[in-house]
């Protein structure tokens, strides 16, 4: 497994905007899939936003045109740019990768007040 380590959550107005960031102890290169999840109160963990190694993303319908994944494999790290937040996007977020094992940060707080 691959430790990773999350940063950058914290509290924004709606509207506003805020990066999170991923940080593996160890090399992504290899790793297949990387990904965003959200865990609102009280609500199942799911997928925001996730990428491939080759490039390749997918969002949430809920998050198209406002946020944006992106994986920098020279430095182990995976980001999440939030635009336009609204309410709805609050939670926990969680890292998550998928290679031969499957790894989870400890996660990171979004809160976005009205």
């Known amino acids: 497994q691959v430790q990773l380590v999350e940063s950058g959550g914290g509290l924004v107005q709606a509207g506003g905007s805020l990066g999170l960031s991923c940080a593996a102890r160890?090399?992504?290169?290899?790793?297949?899939?990387m990904g965003w999840y959200r865990q609102a109160p009280g609500k199942e963990r799911v997928l925001v936003a996730g990428?491939?190694?080759?490039?390749?993303?997918n969002y949430a319908n809920s998050v198209k045109g406002r946020f944006t994944i992106s994986r920098d494999n020279t430095n182990n790290t995976l980001s999440l740019q939030m635009n336009s937040l609204k309410p709805e996007d609050t939670g926990v977020y969680y890292c998550?990768?998928?290679?031969?094992?499957?790894?989870w940060g400890q996660g990171t707080q979004v809160t976005v007040s009205s």
């Open positions: 998550k990768a998928i290679g031969n094992d499957i790894s």
């Open positions: 160890s090399s992504i290169a290899n790793i297949f899939y």
């Open positions: 990428v491939t190694n080759d490039g390749r993303t």
